[in-house]
């Protein structure tokens, strides 16, 4: 299967989850195992050349992804979540949304860790940047963030000021 084949695999549904929004729904990728795998395999490919012992993935799509990466490249995976999520111990991140706030919460003790952090989608980046600091406030180090897609006209690399793979990327 080819890269432009699995791309047939993610719906583009206008006006969701409100007016003027295009929203890439993967659920469609996912349901299919060939282009499920297929799409593991070209993310794969694409941080061969990044130096990493660990994955990070971002609440919830990320887990798709990250989980699915961390068992192929037999490296263990930390997964960052949403507020109220992370029972115990835990360190904590507020940021700023389009229209509010959020936090992201990871269990403590991340240091001496190398991280290739996953989500699904990079829109503004103001998760992955949450993301990051998280990771970078209790120790650990990310070394570059993949998604399986990109929306490249919110610049939302330009927040993260590390190296940004994807595999699709939309200009609109």
Same mark, same amino acid.
């Given at each position: 299967?080819?890269?432009?084949?699995?791309?047939?695999?993610?719906?583009?549904?206008?006006?969701?989850?409100?007016?003027?929004?295009?929203?890439?729904?993967?659920?469609?990728?996912?349901?299919?195992?060939?282009?499920?795998?297929?799409? +593991?395999?070209?993310?794969?490919?694409?941080?061969?050349?990044?130096?990493?012992?660990? +994955?990070?993935?971002?609440?919830?799509?990320?887990?798709?992804?990250?989980?699915? $990466?961390?068992?192929?490249?037999?490296?263990?995976?930390?997964?960052?979540?949403?507020?109220?999520?992370?029972?115990?111990?835990?360190?904590?991140?507020?940021?700023?949304?389009?229209?509010?706030?959020?936090? $992201?919460?990871?269990?403590?003790?991340?240091?001496?860790?190398?991280?290739?952090?996953?989500?699904?989608?990079?829109?503004?980046?103001?998760?992955?940047?949450?993301?990051?600091?998280?990771?970078?406030?209790?120790?650990?180090?990310?070394?570059?963030?993949?998604?399986?897609?990109?929306?490249?006209?919110?610049?939302?690399?330009?927040?993260?000021?590390?190296?940004?793979?994807? +595999?699709?990327?939309?200009?609109?």
């Amino acid at each position: 299967m080819k890269k432009k084949s699995i791309e047939d695999f993610i719906s583009k549904i206008p006006d969701y989850p409100k007016k003027g929004i295009l929203f890439y729904d993967i659920s469609t990728l996912i349901h299919d195992n060939i282009a499920f795998k297929e799409s +593991i395999e070209i993310m794969k490919e694409k941080v061969d050349k990044y130096s990493f012992n660990k +994955i990070a993935a971002i609440d919830a799509r990320g887990f798709i992804f990250g989980a699915a $990466l961390a068992l192929s490249m037999g490296i263990g995976l930390t997964i960052i979540r949403k507020s109220g999520k992370v029972p115990g111990k835990k360190i904590q991140i507020n940021y700023e949304l389009e229209y509010g706030h959020d936090t $992201l919460e990871v269990n403590p003790n991340l240091s001496k860790n190398e991280f290739l952090l996953v989500d699904d989608l990079l829109a503004t980046g103001g998760t992955a940047e949450a993301a990051c600091n998280l990771i970078s406030n209790s120790g650990g180090n990310v070394v570059c963030f993949l998604s399986l897609i990109e929306l490249s006209f919110l610049n939302g690399k330009r927040k993260l000021h590390i190296p940004c793979e994807s +595999i699709f990327k939309y200009n609109k």
